[in-house]
C-alpha cells in the first residue's frame, strides 16, 4: 500500500451530487437577483462550502445573501437527493476493496455533516461510514482551499499528511490537498483534467482507483 490513509471528498467522487446541488444553487441565486447558469455554478461553488458562495456573492455584489438562504438551498437538495440522487459509478466497488484490503479510508468534505449522512443513506453508502470516518468543513469552520479540513482528518485518523492520499474532482479541493502536502488524484468524470492543475495523477473513471490505490 502506497498510503496509510486515502481520504475521499463526498460531492462528486462518492455521490452524483454535483449536478443536482449546482442545478439549484444556480437556479436559487438567480431567483433572488444574482443571474448564474448551471455553469457558471460549476466553474465558481463546485467543491465550495456554504460561506465561500456568501463571500463569493458580497464581494462580486455587495450584497448579502438572505439569513434564510443556507436553509432553504439545503431544504432544496435534500428534496432533490430524496428523489434523484445516486452513487457514483464503482464507489461501492472501491470501498469494498479498499475495506477488504483493509486500508484505511475516511470522507472529508465541504457539505455540512447533515449533508454528508442524507447523501449516503440515500445512495446506501452509509454502511461505509460510521462516524468516526465522517469529517465536514464544519468541523474546522474553514473550507476547501484552505487546507484544514484535510489536516483534521488525518490528524483524527492519527496519519501523517504526507502519508495521505486525497480523492477529489474540484479544483478547490486538488489546491487544498496540494496545500495539506498530501497527494491527490484529481477525478476527471466532471472537471477537465487541467483544471485539476496540482493533482499527483488524473483518472477518468472509480473502477481504476483500487489500482492506483492498493
Given at each position: ?104 479510508y475516511c470522507v472529508a468534505s465541504s457539505g455540512s455533516h447533515e449533508r454528508i ?46 502519508r495521505c492520499v486525497v480523492v477529489e474532482d474540484s479544483p478547490l479541493g486538488v ?40
Amino acid at each position: 500500500m502506497r498510503y496509510d490513509l486515502v481520504i475521499f471528498d463526498n460531492d462528486g467522487v462518492l455521490v452524483d451530487s454535483e449536478p443536482i446541488s449546482n442545478r439549484l444553487l444556480a437556479a436559487y441565486l438567480t431567483e433572488i437577483g444574482h443571474p448564474t447558469s448551471y455553469e457558471d455554478s460549476i466553474r465558481d461553488y463546485m467543491g465550495s462550502a456554504m460561506h465561500r458562495i456568501h463571500d463569493l456573492v458580497q464581494e462580486r455584489t455587495g450584497q448579502q445573501l438572505p439569513a434564510e438562504f443556507d436553509d432553504t438551498f439545503h431544504r432544496r437538495v435534500f428534496a432533490a437527493f430524496e428523489r434523484e440522487l445516486e452513487p457514483v459509478a464503482g464507489a461501492e466497488d472501491v470501498l469494498a476493496k479498499l475495506a477488504a484490503a483493509e486500508v484505511p479510508y475516511c470522507v472529508a468534505s465541504s457539505g455540512s455533516h447533515e449533508r454528508i449522512r442524507v447523501g449516503h443513506r440515500k445512495t446506501g453508502l452509509d454502511r461505509w461510514f460510521e462516524d468516526a470516518r465522517i469529517f465536514s468543513s464544519q468541523d474546522v469552520g474553514k473550507g476547501k482551499p484552505a487546507p484544514d479540513l484535510f489536516l483534521h482528518a488525518a490528524r483524527r485518523m492519527g496519519v501523517a499528511p504526507e502519508r495521505c492520499v486525497v480523492v477529489e474532482d474540484s479544483p478547490l479541493g486538488v489546491r487544498a490537498a496540494v496545500a495539506a502536502g498530501m497527494d491527490v488524484y484529481g477525478f476527471t468524470a466532471m472537471t477537465p483534467a487541467a483544471k485539476l492543475a496540482g493533482a499527483t495523477q488524473v483518472f477518468s473513471d472509480l473502477g481504476q482507483l483500487p489500482d492506483l490505490l492498493i
